[in-house]
């Protein structure tokens, strides 16, 4: 975790899943990644998808001073139903991996 990270200057791995019940199930042309298990804080951000960054500013910005949680190295999205970019009403749902 670099302290002055900022996801539109600095490279990272953005990896786009499909969730499946088992490693077997995985599509052919596609790999297998599984996301460990880990304490998580949640957070679902509701508003435009553009203003996605100010919901993970909160979260690793005052959330993790006011809780003296420390971030591991990785965090991700669920985009659902109610993934809705351009509306008020979109909501993703964010989970941090906490150390």
């Known amino acids: 975790m670099n302290s002055d990270f900022n ?25 297998g990644h599984a996301v460990g298990e880990s304490k998580y804080v949640t957070y679902t951000h509701q508003g435009l998808e553009s203003e996605l960054s100010q919901s993970y500013d909160y979260l690793y910005g005052q959330w993790i001073r006011e809780t003296g949680n420390e971030p591991k190295d990785y965090d991700f999205e669920i985009w659902d139903e109610r993934y809705k970019p ?13 150390k």
């Open 7 to 31: 996801p539109q200057l600095d490279r990272f791995t953005h990896i786009l899943c499909y969730e499946v019940s088992k490693q077997g199930d995985v599509p052919l042309d596609m790999i």
């Open 86 to 98: 351009k509306s008020l009403d979109n909501e993703i749902d964010l989970f941090v991996a906490l």
